[in-house]
Structure formats: structure tokens, C-alpha cells
């Protein structure tokens, strides 16, 4: 079976036409044009879709279903993106427009559960029961797959880890909350603390890298790896916090494992082995085996193969309520 996958994302969407195992077949990035309406931005997502499927010499009609990954709130059982903010979309009936054109089963969830169910069934989570992914970038989004089940929450807004509370009436977060664990644990914020060092220690290397051009999160891993003390503190307090939500979700899911994905993953064990110990020895049944958390394998192309695993999943759960009803 193949399935036509979307990314959709704020500054483009990533299309794909992917089989059931995963295997990408053909593919296309193309900008998002946000200010364009989402009827515009859904017929361009069509009319490239024509020419992705004859470019592999294809038919419309070897393709079984369509997945979406939207970045916001995407509820798959009425088909509406419910609140899109980085495009601009409120309540867009999605899976209405694309019926018109393509009359098959159209799933849709939120991008970083998409990610999750790409880890679980062929990433860095492959073969385990319960596993969570967690993406670190500008926010911190997350996603859980149950029983090998994605969870999806019972309107879509499963997952939304970000905006768990880790510091009651800590720093405010864009959602209107305070204390959320994305405005402790993203790389912005691993950004703004360390900007923040290095404006008070002008000797240190971080100012030295901050001189040129505003700090990555790169440059702050790479000052704290060379040992620089002030990189090293923002390093510390930063996994710490990570490390307080990582206890959190494990002594709630008890995961086998936990992927941590986005650019800061680069970091690979120097930021992994943080996360790691402290979580486990926080956790209340620590004499369980320690959950491994270790980094996620698909970068770009996790939205595209995590939809086509959501299209592969829904269509197998919808023929077994088929044969239980016959
Ligand atoms: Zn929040």
C-alpha cells in the first residue's frame, strides 16, 4: 500500500508519497505561504500532489489514504485542523476539501504525534511497547504511543507536553499559562538564559560567541562542552528542568524508552547522559529498569513516514471493527 503524506509547517510542507513500511517513494518540500487562505494553500498541496504521483509514475488510484501532520491542534475524528497558529488556520474542515478531489480515507493529526508514531514503529523506538518522543526546538512538543497505539487524546490534544505546569507561577508562556515546561526546556529558552549569562559575564566564552551573531543552540553545547563555566551553569539548570519533566513522564507512562528529537539531539551523550541519570533516579519505582532515552533517528522525513504509519495503523484498527461487525 502507499499513502500521499503531508508536513505541514509554518515555513513549508514537506509531501511525500510513502509505502506502509515507511519506504519514501517520491518526494517534495514546498513553502507554506501562510498568508495565502487554506483553501488556496490546500488546492496548491493538491495540484503538487498531481505531479508528485506522475513524476513516480503512479495513479491516484494506488494510493490508499492520506496522512496529514498539521502544527497545532488537528482533530482526526471530525477531519478539522481546530487551531493552526503558525498558519493562521481555525477550524479548517481539511478532510472536506481534499474529498473532493481524493475520495479515500484522510487522517490527520498534530506534527510532533506524528514524529512520535515514525520513532516508535521504524525510528529509534522500534520494537518497544510504550514509548514517548519529545522534539526540543523552538517549543517542546511531544508525542505518546500506548500498546503500540498512538494516543491521541479523546479532541486531538493528546501529547501537548510543553505545556505541562513544571514551575507553578514560573515564567509566563506564550499559551497564557506560567511555569510551562516549553519556557524551561525548549532551545529558546536555553537561548534567552544563556544570552541572559552572558550579558552579566563578559569574560566568558558565551560572550565571546555572542559578539558576532545572536547565540544557537549550538554554540551554547559547544562553549559548555569546552568547559566554559558560565555555558556549563545554563547547561545545568537547563537539563535540570528537562530532567524534572522527562521524571514526570515517566513515572506517569512508565515508558521502555524515550527518543528526544530536534537540532539540540545533535548534542548526542553529552546532553542525553544529563537527561538521563537524574530522571531515573527521581523516578518512584526506581528498582524498574531505567527507561533508555536516547536520541530519534528520523530528522527531516519524520512527518511524511510518521503519517503514512498513521494511515497504515488507522486503515488496520478501521478493517478489524469491519470484520468484528460481519
Ligand atoms: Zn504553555
Same mark, same amino acid.
Given at each position: 500500500?502507499?499513502?500521499?503524506?503531508?508536513?505541514?509547517?509554518?515555513?513549508?510542507?514537506?509531501?511525500?508519497?510513502?509505502?506502509?513500511?515507511?519506504?519514501? $517513494?517520491?518526494?517534495?518540500?514546498?513553502?507554506?505561504?501562510?498568508?495565502? *487562505?487554506?483553501?488556496?494553500?490546500?488546492?496548491?498541496?493538491?495540484?503538487?500532489?498531481?505531479?508528485?504521483?506522475?513524476?513516480?509514475?503512479?495513479?491516484?488510484?494506488?494510493?490508499?489514504?492520506?496522512?496529514?501532520?498539521?502544527?497545532?491542534?488537528?482533530?482526526?475524528?471530525?477531519?478539522? @485542523? $481546530?487551531?493552526?497558529?503558525?498558519?493562521?488556520?481555525?477550524?479548517?474542515?481539511?478532510?472536506?476539501?481534499?474529498?473532493?478531489?481524493?475520495?479515500?480515507?484522510?487522517?490527520?493529526?498534530?506534527?510532533?504525534?506524528? @514524529?512520535?508514531?515514525?520513532?516508535?514503529? &521504524?525510528?529509534?523506538?522500534?520494537?518497544?511497547?510504550?514509548?514517548?518522543? $519529545?522534539?526540543?526546538? &523552538?517549543?517542546?512538543?511531544?508525542?505518546?504511543?500506548?500498546?503500540?497505539?498512538?494516543?491521541?487524546?479523546?479532541?486531538?490534544?493528546?501529547?501537548?507536553?510543553?505545556?505541562? *505546569? $513544571?514551575?507553578?507561577?514560573?515564567?509566563?508562556?506564550?499559551?497564557?499559562?506560567?511555569?510551562?515546561?516549553?519556557?524551561?526546556?525548549?532551545?529558546?529558552?536555553?537561548?534567552?538564559?544563556?544570552?541572559?549569562?552572558?550579558?552579566?559575564? !563578559?569574560?566568558?566564552?558565551?560572550?565571546?560567541?555572542?559578539?558576532?551573531?545572536?547565540? &544557537?543552540?549550538?554554540?551554547?553545547?559547544?562553549?559548555?562542552?569546552?568547559?566554559?563555566?558560565?555555558?556549563?551553569?545554563?547547561?545545568?539548570?537547563?537539563?535540570?528542568?528537562?530532567?524534572?519533566?522527562? !521524571?514526570?513522564?515517566?513515572?506517569?507512562?512508565?515508558?521502555?524508552?524515550?527518543?528526544?528529537?530536534?537540532?539540540?539531539?545533535?548534542?548526542?551523550?553529552?546532553?542525553?547522559?544529563?537527561?538521563?541519570?537524574?530522571?531515573?533516579?527521581?523516578?518512584?519505582?526506581?528498582?524498574?529498569?531505567?527507561?533508555?532515552?536516547?536520541?530519534?533517528?528520523?530528522?527531516?522525513?519524520?512527518?511524511?513516514?510518521?503519517?503514512?504509519?498513521?494511515?497504515?495503523?488507522?486503515?488496520?484498527?478501521?478493517?478489524?471493527?469491519?470484520?468484528?461487525?460481519?
Amino acid at each position: 500500500m502507499y499513502f500521499l503524506c503531508y508536513d505541514v509547517g509554518g515555513i513549508d510542507i514537506k509531501m511525500g508519497i510513502v509505502s506502509e513500511n515507511g519506504e519514501i $517513494i517520491g518526494k517534495k518540500i514546498f513553502p507554506t505561504d501562510a498568508t495565502r *487562505t487554506p483553501i488556496e494553500i490546500i488546492s496548491d498541496m493538491l495540484h503538487r500532489a498531481r505531479l508528485l504521483i506522475n513524476e513516480v509514475n503512479m495513479q491516484k488510484s494506488d494510493i490508499s489514504a492520506i496522512g496529514i501532520g498539521l502544527p497545532g491542534l488537528a482533530d482526526n475524528n471530525s477531519g478539522t @485542523a $481546530i487551531f493552526c497558529p503558525n498558519i493562521f488556520w481555525h477550524d479548517v474542515p481539511i478532510r472536506d476539501y481534499i474529498k473532493m478531489e481524493y475520495d479515500m480515507p484522510i487522517f490527520m493529526l498534530n506534527d510532533a504525534t506524528i @514524529a512520535a508514531i515514525a520513532e516508535h514503529k &521504524t525510528g529509534a523506538c522500534k520494537g518497544a511497547r510504550n514509548s514517548i518522543t $519529545i522534539t526540543l526546538g &523552538t517549543g517542546l512538543g511531544g508525542g505518546f504511543v500506548i500498546d503500540d497505539k498512538v494516543y491521541e487524546g479523546s479532541f486531538g490534544g493528546g501529547g501537548e507536553i510543553g505545556h505541562m *505546569t $513544571i514551575v507553578p507561577n514560573g515564567k509566563p508562556c506564550n499559551c497564557g499559562n506560567k511555569g510551562c515546561f516549553e519556557v524551561y526546556g525548549s532551545v529558546s529558552a536555553l537561548i534567552k538564559s544563556a544570552t541572559n549569562a552572558a550579558t552579566i559575564h !563578559t569574560d566568558s566564552m558565551l560572550a565571546a560567541c555572542m559578539k558576532d551573531a545572536p547565540l &544557537t543552540g549550538k554554540d551554547i553545547i559547544d562553549c559548555a562542552k569546552a568547559g566554559d563555566a558560565t555555558a556549563l551553569d545554563v547547561f545545568r539548570l537547563y537539563t535540570y528542568y528537562l530532567s524534572v519533566g522527562i !521524571t514526570s513522564l515517566i513515572n506517569i507512562f512508565d515508558p521502555d524508552i524515550i527518543a528526544i528529537g530536534g537540532g539540540l539531539a545533535n548534542a548526542g551523550d553529552f546532553l542525553l547522559s544529563q537527561i538521563s541519570i537524574e530522571p531515573n533516579k527521581r523516578r518512584v519505582f526506581n528498582m524498574l529498569p531505567p527507561v533508555k532515552i536516547v536520541r530519534a533517528m528520523h530528522s527531516n522525513d519524520a512527518g511524511i513516514i510518521g503519517a503514512a504509519m498513521l494511515c497504515a495503523q488507522k486503515l488496520h484498527d478501521n478493517s478489524n471493527k469491519l470484520s468484528q461487525c460481519n
